[in-house]
């Protein structure tokens, strides 16, 4: 006779300044790379976080790329399903993790080529990063044919950075 007894802690997210994320992974190295992009769009369609990719070698000396999406606690099955419906892979991993992340909001940057808009992060308060909005300079460098770092420079101008 035998008593086994398990400590664990709960699945559910938690109060405080970690938010509660699941993140959802899956190595595949026999899918063509073109629809890479797609599924991607569609992950971030359906309520992802964020995903990305990661070049990874697999069994047998294989390229391989691996798969991950950050969800909000709760949605990982409905992401899961996009990944089985969308890619070659026949399975996914998924665990939950906890994250900090800074406040955001956008502001509209007016500069002599014309507005961009700036993700403007802070904590507390205090502004800790500002970053223009690459889509909004592109448009910009290529309507003027101009280079993009150049529309960066006038961003930073007409926020007193430069």
Not at 5 to 11: A, Q, R
Not at 48 to 60: F, H, I, S
């Amino acid at each position: 006779n035998a008593l086994r007894v398990y400590l664990g802690e709960s699945c559910e997210p938690e109060t405080g300044s970690a938010e509660v994320v699941m993140v959802i992974e899956t190595n595949i190295d026999d899918m063509n790379p073109q629809l890479y992009e797609h599924v991607c769009e569609r992950l971030m369609e359906a309520g992802a976080l964020d995903t990305y990719l990661t070049q990874v070698v697999m069994k047998k000396g294989r390229p391989g790329v691996k798969l991950t999406i950050l969800s909000r606690f709760g949605e990982e099955a409905k992401l899961a399903d996009v990944v089985l419906r969308e890619t070659t892979s026949i399975g996914v991993r998924i665990r939950q993790e906890k994250r900090h992340t800074l406040e955001r909001k956008m502001i509209s940057v007016d500069t002599d080529l014309g507005s961009v808009r700036v993700k403007v992060s802070s904590r507390d308060g205090e502004v800790l990063n500002r970053m223009p909005e690459y889509e909004d300079c592109r448009k910009i460098a290529s309507s003027r044919n101009i280079p993009l770092q150049d529309v960066y420079h006038a961003v930073e101008k007409a926020m007193g950075e430069g």
